[in-house]
């Protein structure tokens, strides 16, 4: 009998190597994302996040066990929607025209492109900028039509590297709020990757930890604060709170 539960992603034993190169970058990695998770790695620079992020994504292959729903990734496909650090809207085109584009593709009717599009430009908090074209928009701004660009196709999964590495910390922590609301609203699973613990402390449910020399998750970790309302505290006040946990993160990505 298969297990009741079944987990959105399940990896096991992934291995990754580019096809430049005889070394492999992710060596017998095993993880699951589960349903309605927001899933956050951290782990220092190069250590291969955004590796296994990108054969989440389908971008690029791997070894060994990689599924969705229980069925193999074999490539990009609208079930999972990247964000990126420095994600590319299209700038000829309205804000409202980028958060359709998916739809239009995969040609939905425009009365239901429209729809949509309207109730994610009011969630992200852009409707007053539908017409705006997006190389007029702020860093901070660009993020938000990028997201709501990959939830109009009401992707299960969002995968996320760096998401808002490039924001200021005012304009970052308002983005990790939202990000919550969202997660809450439209009942998706995230998959994060964040150099700031504490932003996987806001954010994560569980928080996955990779060092310089493993190639592999070393320890995935429940966050004990997930439940706690860190949204609307100052980084001061919760860098106070959760300095232990914060403690036990680092000395497992520095090991
Ligand atoms: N396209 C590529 N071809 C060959 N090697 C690559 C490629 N992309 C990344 N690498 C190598 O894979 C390793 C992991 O890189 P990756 O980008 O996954 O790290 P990361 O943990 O995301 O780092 P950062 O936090 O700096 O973004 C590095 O040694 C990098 O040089
Ligand atoms: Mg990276």
């Known amino acids: 009998m298969e297990e009741f539960k079944m987990e959105?992603?399940?990896?096991?034993?992934?291995?990754?190597?580019?096809?430049?190169?005889?070394?492999?970058?992710?060596?017998?990695?095993?993880?699951?994302?589960?349903?309605?998770?927001?899933?956050?790695?951290?782990?220092?620079?190069?250590?291969?996040?955004?590796?296994?992020?990108?054969?989440?994504?389908?971008?690029?292959?791997?070894?060994?066990?990689?599924?969705?729903?229980?069925?193999?990734?074999?490539?990009?496909d609208w079930q999972r929607g990247v964000v990126f650090q420095n994600s590319s809207l299209?700038?000829?085109?309205?804000?409202?025209?980028?958060?359709?584009?998916?739809?239009?593709?995969?040609?939905?009717?425009?009365?239901?492109?429209?729809?949509?599009?309207?109730?994610?430009?009011?969630?992200?908090?852009?409707?007053?900028?539908?017409?705006?074209?997006?190389?007029?928009?702020?860093?901070?701004?660009?993020?938000?039509?990028?997201?709501?660009?990959?939830?109009?196709?009401?992707?299960?999964?969002?995968?996320?590297?760096?998401?808002?590495g490039a924001l200021d910390a005012f304009t970052r922590a308002k983005m990790q709020g939202l990000i919550l609301d969202i997660w809450r609203k439209e009942k998706t699973s995230i998959f994060m990757i964040t150099h700031d613990l504490n932003e996987a402390i806001r954010c994560g449910n569980r928080i996955a930890i990779m060092n310089s020399h493993d190639k592999r998750i070393v320890k995935i970790m429940d966050n004990p604060f997930q439940d706690t309302d860190l949204e609307e505290i100052s980084d001061f006040e919760l860098e106070r709170k959760i300095d232990g946990f914060r403690k036990d993160i680092l000395k497992i990505i520095n090991q």
């Open 8 to 76: 959105l992603i399940q990896a096991d034993n992934l291995s990754i190597k580019y096809p430049n190169s005889d070394v492999p970058v992710i060596v017998n990695t095993s993880f699951n994302v589960a349903k309605n998770e927001i899933f956050v790695l951290v782990g220092p620079s190069g250590c291969g996040k955004s590796t296994i992020l990108q054969a989440i994504a389908g971008f690029i292959s791997s070894d060994g066990v990689l599924k969705m729903n229980g069925e193999t990734i074999t490539g990009p």
């Open 90 to 164: 299209y700038p000829w085109l309205t804000v409202k025209d980028n958060v359709g584009f998916g739809l239009k593709v995969r040609k939905f009717p425009q009365k239901k492109i429209d729809s949509r599009v309207r109730y994610l430009l009011d969630l992200i908090g852009l409707s007053d900028q539908s017409q705006t074209k997006t190389f007029e928009l702020s860093g901070g701004m660009r993020q938000r039509v990028a997201i709501a660009r990959v939830l109009a196709n009401n992707s299960p999964l969002l995968l996320m590297d760096e998401p808002f």
